[in-house]
């Protein structure tokens, strides 16, 4: 019975868990939150990297067939700095950079995401490694995470905020718009709202998808797998947010962990 | 040339440093900011207490007269299972919900904290125990730090947030209001402003003053100590957020360590 590992600092990876099972209902998931010590978009890359290279070791422990690394942030520290794994990694930005590519019209991207992720520039570096003559802009969202963690997701303060980022990048005459923080598609809705019809809209699953189904053998069968959530900080709390952002999936075990 | 450690998650715990050296600039003062973990506010409390045992053992290494918890969400943490130390230890807490009895009138107090602080029922208890008869309500503000660290200070949008928060526990009837998080008088200006001018706005630090000042022999000459900044999670950022929350107050070195 191998699984699937999915890894974020919290419950934002979760978007791309519902993605990824709504594809494979058959697969087997574990998703490990490593709630005790988010948010990793505020802190330096090598700290994060650290937080990266505990959680990969944690899931030795387990019969994986990959390990997704669901967190922006995560993933820019793996691709400076690989961390060496028996099973295959996969992260979320490459998917991202490649989905924009192709969405993109003229070339002219820009990407959402946390400071900590800008910082790192990944995402220009990964686009401009397929469209050298792409242009690439970023703005950091730093309050959006807790925007959503505190469930004011249809919220007239979520909009003002929201409009206050995207109108501040959008100034680039972009047509394409990457979701550069696995939180950020649950916000889609204002997001859409403050971009406009003109600009297309991409987040990372789609591309991560491909990736899986290119490398990995999955499980293409119509039954049902399991998913447990593993979690550093436990509270009822995130039991809710977790439903709140999973959304129809549903989970068969929720529970805290020591790495 | 012994030293008074002060201990927070992050910088607002610098809003107690200031208080402290300005009335003790002779002082040395050695500030632990737990930056690669923040923030604590919304975490466990036992996850919290497991992180405030690991920064108590670091002060070991160094000479101190005084351990300052400058951090709520810690010193609830530490007031429902105390650590044992050698070194006197300080909470923020207790010297908060003591003024808060002062200036009340009517005993109808309010608190504003963070999620993991109102859980904790620190504040309730700690009023309850100096005056039985006391009414206290309380009001998470879990998006409050995010505002301060983003340096969203002077802002309609920060207004807007702080308001909807103050006037949902105004509805109490409240003569008194405790600002519960280190970061939250960083926004005195807006809460001040939301609650109005017949509430008495009440932080830590004039108590943790007085209470310093009975059981520790500080210094209480002209000249000027030192102020040493260590953080688990270093950015040129931190620097810049650190200047801005100490105002005048200035330091003599900000360096990165590992707990």
């Known amino acids: 019975m191998q699984a699937i590992g999915v890894f974020d600092s919290g419950v934002g990876g979760l978007t791309v868990l519902r993605a990824l099972k709504a594809r494979w209902p058959a697969e087997n998931f574990i998703y490990l939150a490593d709630t005790a010590r988010l948010p990793y978009g505020n802190k330096s890359l090598s700290t994060v990297h650290n937080y990266v290279g505990q959680c990969l070791k944690f899931f030795k422990a387990y019969d994986l067939k990959a390990v997704v690394v669901a967190c922006n942030t995560a993933s820019a520290a793996i691709i400076e700095k690989p961390i060496a794994s028996e099973v295959p990694v996969f992260n979320v930005i490459e998917p991202g950079a490649r989905k924009a590519v192709e969405a993109s019209g003229t070339g002219r991207v820009g990407i959402l995401a946390t ?145």
Request: proline residues 6%; aromatic residues 6%.
């Open 115 to 259: 400071r900590a992720t800008v910082h790192a520039e990944a995402y220009p570096h990964a686009i401009l490694r397929l469209k050298p003559d792409a242009e690439v802009f970023q703005q950091a969202c730093p309050l959006w995470v807790p925007l959503v963690e505190e469930g004011w997701i249809d919220d007239p303060v979520t909009n003002i905020i929201v409009y206050r980022y995207v109108s501040a990048i959008l100034k680039n005459n972009l047509d394409t718009l990457i979701m550069g923080c696995t939180h950020y598609p649950v916000l889609r809705e204002a997001i859409a709202k403050a971009a406009g019809n003109s600009i297309a809209l991409v987040d990372s699953s789609q591309g991560l998808v491909e990736d899986l189904k290119s490398r990995i053998e999955m499980n293409e069968e119509a039954t049902t797998g399991t998913v447990k959530i593993l979690a550093t900080d436990f509270s009822p709390r995130l039991e809710e947010t977790a439903r709140l952002i999973l959304r129809g999936t549903t989970f068969d075990s929720i529970e805290p962990v020591d790495l």
